[in-house]
Nanobody
Framework: QVQFVESGGGLVQPGGSLRLSCAAS????????IGWFRQAPGKAREGVSCISTSGGSTYYADSAKGRFTISRDNAENTVYLQMNSLKPEDTGVYYC???????????????????WGQGTQVTVSS
């Protein structure tokens, strides 16, 4: 059974940083492109960033460009999202998923397996 476990969220002040981790069980994460998504209260889930299997290609939503960095350690079966210069509008539950549609266009990123983990809450507030 494919399962993703997100961690690293928390409460941070505007301008602060967090590093999210995405671990996988039941399959080899290294075989898949991985995306980070987030869902703010009352809003639809949206793509934030994604990374190719090798890590050689990375893409970001406009809201994340210049502030977030996605990376992966295939030996550890983990994908990371380093978030700097956080803003209140970054608040939400962050999820990771294996994706299809790895392009520079956010709307093409689709959850390959269709299910979501519990996510990790990120709250940016003073």
């Amino acid at each position: 059974q494919v399962q993703f476990v997100e961690s690293g969220g928390g409460l941070v002040q505007p301008g602060g940083s967090l590093r999210l981790s995405c671990a996988a069980s039941g399959f080899t994460l290294a075989n898949y492109a991985i995306g980070w998504f987030r869902q703010a209260p009352g809003k639809a889930r949206e793509g934030v960033s994604c990374i190719s299997t090798s890590g050689g290609s990375t893409y970001y939503a406009d809201s994340a460009k210049g502030r977030f960095t996605i990376s992966r350690d295939n030996a550890e079966n983990t994908v990371y999202l380093q978030m700097n210069s956080l803003k209140p509008e970054d608040t939400g539950v962050y999820y990771c998923a294996a994706i299809v549609g790895l392009t520079d266009k956010v709307h093409t990123w689709s959850n390959r397996f269709g299910s979501w983990g519990q996510g990790t809450q990120v709250t940016v507030s003073s």
